[in-house]
């Protein structure tokens, strides 16, 4: 019998249409990780640099420890910024990545530059 509470949850990253199931008991980050996928950025892991900092567009989270001001200031945290490695889904989850660090990890996404010919 499965639980409900433990059953994975759709998280989604609004720029680059990643997804993976990430279950309550485990931050948006591990959950990406565990399964080898990409689109929010990794680094510490553990609150610690800001680099997994994301905004939630929809869906509900919850924290798993304290989030650092240094990263995530109290206005930014109304506005649903979070770091991905110190929240768990609580439903399904829709976020993207802050505009700080979303354009590198969209540039693998663009076709190569054309070259004109004369
Ligand atoms: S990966 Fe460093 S704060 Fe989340």
Redesign the pocket.
Known sequence: MTSLAASPLRITVAQTGDCFDCTPHESL?TGMLRLGRKGIP???????????KVRILEGTVQPLGPISRA?VSQVEEAQGYT????VAPLEPVHLEVTPLLRKPFLLRRTAPPTVATA
């Open positions: 980050l990794v680094g510490c892991v553990n609150g610690g640099c800001g680099v997994c990263h770091l991905a490695c110190r």
